[in-house]
């Protein structure tokens, strides 16, 4: 694997790449790597000739600055298992590679609802920082394959609505959710568990779940009360527990048991937040 930290060797890099008719698999992260990383850059491999990973922790996606503060930082483990896992080059910039121009940004990206919904009304600006970020490492990696995962179900939206807004060409893979093995969703954030929050953590896809076994045609108000109520008492703050039609994700009260779904939960144990997502089994993303 070669680790590049400047966008400019990085670039020079990529070109002789291209030149080799290699397609470019992409996989931006921020880092403390796990499973879930690893299966997109499998994914990646599978799919083209060179896999990128870049690993950089965007200021400009974190509404709350303690969370930025206490995002979990790997870099050694992390740099141990792209390596183990066949990926071929590293992007570890620092912020001035990402954003030469500083951060006090005037471009603004036209996101409609999806800005304003689910996290985008609970991470107030997350999404424009998550489009600048993604804005910056498309045009510097240039890549064919694009590779996110379903967990951020609301950002792999954003992005598609990204590559339509900047006319980016580049293929967007949706991969599936990698989950331990009682069901909490792989995460970054899941370091700053301890044990025993672990195993709590495991009741947002078992509600997850609920919520899919039990969703039927008509009024699903009670359906997501339901999941709510189970949540607050396992000692979460729940943000929502929302059903949401599967494109838009738009709120869905009155279901005509034919609109395709997405079930999502973001809710907080103790001061770790927390979301994960599933689609009822007949539905896959489709990229
Ligand atoms: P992050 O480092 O959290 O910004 O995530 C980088 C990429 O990994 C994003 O596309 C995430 O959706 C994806 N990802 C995070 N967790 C998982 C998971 N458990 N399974 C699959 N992909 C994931």
Not at 57 to 69: A, M, R, S, V, W
Not at 114 to 128: A, D, S, T, V, W
Not at 209 to 236: E, H, I, P, W, Y
Request: proline content about 3%; hydrophobic content about 35%; glycine content about 6%.
């Amino acid at each position: 694997m070669v680790l590049f930290k400047k966008t400019t060797d990085l670039v020079k890099h990529l070109h002789r790449a291209n030149d080799a008719k290699n397609s470019i698999g992409f996989v931006p992260t921020m880092g403390a790597l796990h499973q879930g990383h690893l299966s997109l850059i499998q994914k990646s491999k599978e799919e083209t000739g060179t896999t990128v990973c870049s690993v950089f922790i965007n200021p400009t996606q974190f509404n709350n600055p303690e969370d930025l503060k206490k995002y979990p930082v790997t870099l050694e483990q992390d740099i141990y298992l792209l390596e183990k896992s066949g990926c071929d080059i590293l992007f570890l910039p620092d912020i001035k590679e990402i954003y030469p121009d500083g951060t006090d940004f005037t471009k603004h990206y036209e996101l409609g609802n999806l800005e304003n919904i689910l996290e985008g009304k609970y991470r107030p600006g997350h999404f424009q920082g998550v489009c600048q970020v993604m804005n910056s490492l498309l045009k510097i990696v240039s890549p064919d394959h694009l590779f996110l995962g379903q967990k951020d179900y609301q950002q792999c939206l954003v992005i598609k609505k990204l590559g339509t807004l900047i006319k980016e060409r580049v293929v967007i893979n949706i991969c599936p959710t990698m989950r331990e093995s009682n069901g909490l969703a792989m995460s970054s954030r899941n370091l700053r568990l301890n044990d025993k929050e672990k195993m709590q953590a495991s009741e947002i896809f078992k509600c997850l779940c609920f919520m899919r076994d039990n969703v039927s045609k008509g009024d699903v108000t009670d359906l997501k009360q339901a999941a709510t109520d189970t949540l607050k008492q396992n000692g979460f703050v729940v943000d929502y527990a929302e059903i949401a039609n599967a494109e838009n994700l738009s709120t869905v009260i009155t279901w005509d048991g034919e609109e395709k779904l997405v079930l999502l939960i973001a809710a907080y144990l103790n001061d770790v937040r927390l979301i994960d997502n599933l689609l009822p089994a007949s539905q896959n993303f489709k990229s």
